[in-house]
T-cell receptor, first 114, second 111 residues
């Protein structure tokens, strides 16, 4: 049982490049989400999904796309990287948020955009 | 105004001290409250979970929620150097899917 797996762990991009951050969970969790964590700002929600085929925007969605074709995977796409997207990105999943279950987080992807 | 406010610290205490970490929130609809612990360069991990008002104890950790004052607290007894981490409080309104996090308080326990 690996939990939530994020790849890559580190990435350096040039401004304007695109990339996909991968997130996979093996706990059969319906809810998955992406956060970015910046100093002094805490965790901010980018996008989330309550099940396969369903996604919605969070607090800071601009510049990011997501899709959820399977229960297990929830990739985050940066369309045209900007220095403001330099951050640590966390993927999280939950069994059932309506019943108050907590989130399980991945170990994060550290992204630098130069 | 953020949904959840948290003093970022940093907070340094000697080993064995009682630690008090606090947050305030603004949304009266919050019903679920959580504390996460995050070690350096790691993802947050769930530490404590409470529903509505009251106290919950788990070993050296006690989580307390006072909905009348919109105040969330985490107490750590007999603090250990291994407790050195950033502690994040979070809340979720009834009917919502997403958690709202505080910015985190960095704690250092000095041996």
């Amino acid at each position: 049982n690996a939990g939530v797996t994020q790849t890559p762990k580190f990435q350096v991009l040039k401004t304007g490049q695109s990339m996909t951050l991968q997130c996979a969970q093996d706990m059969n969790h319906e809810y998955m989400s992406w956060y970015r964590q910046d100093p002094g700002m805490g965790l901010r929600l980018i996008h989330y999904s309550v099940g396969a085929g369903i996604t919605d925007q969070g607090e800071v969605p601009n510049g990011y796309n997501v899709s959820r074709s399977t229960t297990e995977d929830f990739p985050l796409r940066l369309l045209s990287a900007a220095p403001s997207q330099t951050s640590v990105y966390f993927c999280a999943s939950s069994k059932d948020t309506q019943l108050g279950y907590g989130y399980t987080f991945g170990s994060g992807t550290r992204l630098t955009v130069v | 105004q953020k949904e959840v406010e948290q003093d970022p610290g940093p907070l340094s205490v000697p080993e064995g001290a009682i630690v008090s970490l606090n947050c305030t929130y603004s949304n009266s609809a919050f019903q679920y409250f959580m504390w996460y612990r995050q070690y350096s360069r790691k993802g947050p991990e769930l530490l404590m979970y409470t529903y509505s008002s009251g106290n919950k104890e788990d070993g050296r950790f006690t989580a307390q929620v006072d909905k009348s004052s919109k105040y969330i607290s985490l107490f750590i007894r007999d603090s250990q150097p291994s407790d050195s981490a950033t502690y994040l409080c979070a809340g979720r309104p009834t009917g919502a899917n997403n958690l709202f996090f505080g910015t985190g308080t960095r704690l250092t326990v000095i041996p």
